[in-house]
């Protein structure tokens, strides 16, 4: 049995978290004691059973950027900043893991660069050392300048012993999205994409013949939730079910009520049992961020992508883009998203059949699992 450590801090959606614990249940059921260290914000709805979880003070982003954190009281200070920083030593020296895996970082979340290079330089101090891993999506917010890819490929080769790429590489390399040199292509581990299991059809039939609408877990979205109740109003005949996440949900929803709202929509917050109602639904209006995007694909369901394109964030787009390809997927621009666009999108995905992915393209969290356990291996 190993202790595995994942360090994740999700910053506007709820995505980077989600995905960490499901790396993290992973390790559980396989028989190893799994931690995760969050520095996001407090999330209620995300299950944690098998994993011990460590929070942070935590932080967020102010809205789309990024490098201005807020914490609940507002602005962040240096003060609070170091206050995290201790908090994340102290963690990783209580927990000693065999296994220290960081999500996303050195690849983003440069604004908390001190942080994490603190806790690898610990990690990497400790006796014995364990084996120090990066997580990583599919695709990658591209470097906006060739020097933080030389940093990313700096920090990789100083400490790094591996990067997981929960991603297929035959569908979708990290070249897309990042330049891979090759030092860093004989560091990658593809992992296919991470996944919890197919949830069977909701036993009270919800989301039946619906056309389900979300943005995810965070705080955005009405842009989205706008457009797809014009193309309620467009289709009465077709039920519309508009599910708003993040901290500012109720507000959100009271919010669209007073636009006014056709017969045929409900509103509510996002809810937990959503992966169950995919199956038994029409279609999907939705973001394309990694845990969305793999919802759907698991579930076969038709789907219209309006991908997050705000702050010049490019991530979701070139997924979308790379997943219109298949029958049963249209894309639609946020700033092109409409009443109008929408139903005919809509229209178009639903008289397509979709072709679902086999199911070993998403059993990304225990080959993580399996590779970690081999590396591990190859050390002892």
């Known amino acids: 049995m190993a202790r595995v450590l994942i360090s994740v801090t999700h910053l506007l959606g709820t995505g980077h978290l989600s995905r960490a614990l499901t790396l993290a249940r992973a390790f ?4 190893h004691e799994a931690h995760v260290m969050s520095g996001g914000m407090p999330v209620a709805h995300l299950p944690t059973d098998g994993v011990t979880l460590h929070q942070l003070p935590p932080v967020k982003s102010d809205g789309v950027n990024f490098t201005d954190l807020l914490c609940e009281n507002g602005p962040v200070d240096d003060t609070y900043l170091q206050a995290r920083k201790r908090a994340a030593i102290n963690t990783l020296t209580k927990v000693r893991p065999d296994v220290f895996i960081t999500e996303l970082y050195p690849f983003g979340r440069r604004v908390l660069k001190a942080e994490f290079l603190a806790m690898l330089n610990t990690a990497r101090d400790m006796a014995p050392k364990p084996l120090i891993l990066c997580s990583v999506r599919d695709i990658l917010a591209p470097p906006s300048k060739p020097k933080k890819a030389l940093e990313t490929e700096a920090v990789i080769a100083g400490y790094y012993d591996g990067v997981l790429v929960h991603s297929v590489g035959e569908i979708t390399p990290l070249d897309v999205s990042w330049p891979v040199t090759n030092m860093l292509r004989e560091k990658l581990l593809y992992t296919g994409y991470v996944a919890p299991e197919l949830a069977p059809a909701h036993p009270q039939g919800v989301g039946t013949g619906e056309v389900l609408v979300t943005a995810g877990g965070g705080d955005v979205g009405m842009g989205l939730f706008r457009a797809a109740l014009q193309a309620a109003a467009l289709d009465p005949d077709t039920p519309y079910r508009v599910l708003v996440g993040g901290a500012a949900a109720q507000s959100n929803i009271a919010a669209l009520f007073d636009e006014g709202l056709s017969d ?29 995007a793999l919802d759907v694909l698991q579930s076969g369901l038709p789907a219209v992508f309006v991908p997050f394109d705000a702050g010049g964030e490019v ?11 298949t ?21 178009s995905v639903c008289a397509m059949d979709v072709r679902p992915m086999e199911e070993g393209q998403f059993q990304g969290a225990a080959q993580t699992v399996q590779s970690v356990e081999n590396k591990l291996a190859a050390m002892r």
């Open 315 to 325: 991530e979701q787009t070139l997924r979308a883009e790379s997943l219109s390809k």
């Open 327 to 347: 029958d049963g997927y249209a894309v639609i621009k946020s700033s092109d998203a409409n009443g109008e666009t929408l139903s005919a999108a809509l229209r």
């Open 264 to 292: 045929n929509v409900t509103i509510e917050p996002t809810r937990p049992d959503f992966r169950q109602m995919l199956p038994l639904a029409k279609a999907a209006i939705c973001m394309c961020g990694y845990n969305t």
């Open 28 to 31: 559980g059921t396989a028989g």
